[in-house]
């Protein structure tokens, strides 16, 4: 940790910004969270701590910890956040009432059930002026309209909420109370993905595949794959030849793995290998992150020698475009490290 804030110290914005994005992409949050400090530090004295930037990064932070599960250090950031979000941009943003349902999920996993309960319900009764229609709206009767981006951000409010809602009556033994919500809740993510699906040519890229892959954990949470799949191969099918379909095709072949379809898993990987290659070439990083994708399968099979031919490809690959220094080039190499061990154990 102490040596990530050292290298943290001499790095530059841009450099800050790829490597923490790296590290969250692939699920290493606990390694972003030292370049957090810096990044914070310089987005101050560019913008100051009242802008939109600011908030951005605390947002990012909060992310990361909510992977780590460090609930006292979230509920910190989400109390900051909501107190600059109020002064920038007023009581009735979207802003605000995604900032209340992330509060509701921290309080919940603080067992704080009737302040999260509150929390979810005010977010729910929460107003967003619409404006094509050029009037407030509640956030759980607000309607698919022309206005694509503010619609989006309050589906995907909405449906945090609920999410917290399930988990909270399943904590608290209300059984029959928690099925309903969590009918609902699948039925508002079904809606919401398509709509993003729709809208594939107006947002960008990387957004969209946050949104779907943050979306789809409900599917995951509920055991519901088989409607994760579905909408998955949509996905996949629609942003084949571009650079979505990578990531989406890593997250169903996980999926598949999870549920031990390991044929099917290796499927999405071997036809992600070839398709990234015909787009990318063979001496790409997004080849490189294909062929890492391969080596996962191989690990969740056991076959760690044919995992470890193909994380030594890969990094021949990292090292040769971006350097031993690289993020990607570190990762895999650990990656390797914690194989040698396994094979060693044997």
Same mark, same amino acid.
């Given at each position: 940790? +102490?040596?990530? +804030?050292?290298?943290?110290?001499? @790095?530059? $914005?841009?450099?800050?910004?790829?490597?923490? /994005?790296?590290?969250?992409?692939?699920? @290493?949050?606990?390694?972003? %969270?030292?370049?957090?400090?810096?990044?914070?530090?310089? /987005? &101050?004295?560019?913008?100051?701590?009242?802008?939109?930037?600011? *908030?951005? $990064?605390?947002?990012?932070?909060?992310?990361?910890?909510?992977?780590?599960? !460090? $609930?006292?250090?979230?509920?910190?950031?989400?109390?900051? %956040?909501?107190?600059?979000?109020?002064?920038?941009?007023?009581? #009735?943003?979207? =802003? +605000?009432?995604?900032? $209340?349902?992330?509060?509701?999920? *921290?309080?919940?996993?603080?067992?704080?059930?009737?302040?999260?309960?509150?929390?979810?319900?005010?977010?729910?009764?929460?107003?967003?002026?619409?404006?094509?229609?050029? #009037?407030?709206?509640?956030?759980? *009767?607000?309607?698919? =309209? &022309?206005?694509?981006? +503010?619609?989006?951000?309050?589906?995907?409010?909405?449906?945090?909420?609920?999410?917290?809602? *399930?988990?909270?009556?399943? #904590?608290?033994?209300? !059984?029959?109370?928690?099925? &309903?919500v969590t009918h609902k809740a699948l039925e508002e993510t079904n809606k919401t993905i398509r709509y993003i699906l729709k809208g594939f040519k107006r947002e960008p890229p990387e957004q969209m595949i946050e949104d779907i892959k943050r979306l789809m954990v409900i599917y995951e949470n509920? &055991?519901?794959?088989?409607?994760?799949?579905?909408?998955?191969? =949509?996905?996949?099918?629609?942003?084949?030849?571009?650079?979505?379909?990578?990531?989406?095709?890593?997250?169903?072949?996980?999926?598949?793995? #999870?549920?031990?379809?390991?044929?099917?898993?290796?499927?999405?990987?071997?036809?992600?290998?070839? %398709?990234?290659?015909?787009?990318?070439?063979?001496?790409?990083?997004?080849?490189? @992150?294909?062929?890492? !994708?391969?080596?996962?399968?191989y690990t969740a099979k056991g076959d760690y020698f044919e995992a470890s031919k193909l994380y030594m490809k890969a990094r021949s690959i990292a090292l040769f475009l971006e350097g031993k220094d690289s993020v990607m080039y570190q990762t895999i190499d650990e990656k390797l490290d914690e194989?040698?061990?396994?094979?060693?154990?044997?």
């Open positions: 940790m +102490l040596s990530s +804030l050292l290298s943290a110290q001499h @790095m530059t $914005w841009e450099e800050l910004e790829k490597t923490i /994005a790296y590290y969250q992409a692939g699920d @290493m949050h606990l390694k972003a %969270i030292p370049y957090f400090q810096q990044i914070l530090e310089l /987005a &101050e004295l560019r913008y100051t701590k009242n802008s939109t930037r600011y *908030v951005y $990064w605390l947002n990012e932070l909060a992310r990361s910890y909510q992977a780590t599960k !460090d $609930w006292s250090s979230l509920l910190e950031i989400y109390t900051e %956040i909501e107190t600059l979000t109020l002064k920038i941009h007023g009581k #009735r943003s979207v =802003d +605000l009432a995604m900032c $209340w349902a992330n509060l509701g999920n *921290v309080y919940m996993q603080l067992k704080q059930y009737e302040r999260a309960e509150q929390l979810c319900f005010d977010v729910q009764h929460f107003k967003v002026f619409n404006p094509v229609v050029k #009037r407030y709206i509640a956030v759980n *009767v607000f309607e698919e =309209d &022309e206005a694509y981006s +503010l619609n989006l951000e309050v589906k995907k409010v909405y449906i945090a909420s609920l999410n917290t809602l *399930v988990d909270i009556y399943k #904590r608290t033994g209300a !059984d029959i109370v928690a099925k &309903e509920y &055991e519901n794959y088989t409607e994760a799949e579905e909408l998955y191969l =949509d996905a996949i099918q629609l942003t084949q030849g571009t650079v979505l379909y990578l990531p989406l095709s890593s997250s169903l072949s996980l999926i598949y793995q #999870r549920i031990g379809e390991f044929r099917a898993s290796k499927l999405i990987c071997s036809s992600a290998l070839k %398709i990234t290659k015909e787009n990318f070439g063979d001496r790409s990083i997004e080849f490189a @992150m294909a062929i890492t !994708d391969l080596a996962v399968f194989l040698y061990k396994i094979g060693n154990q044997k």
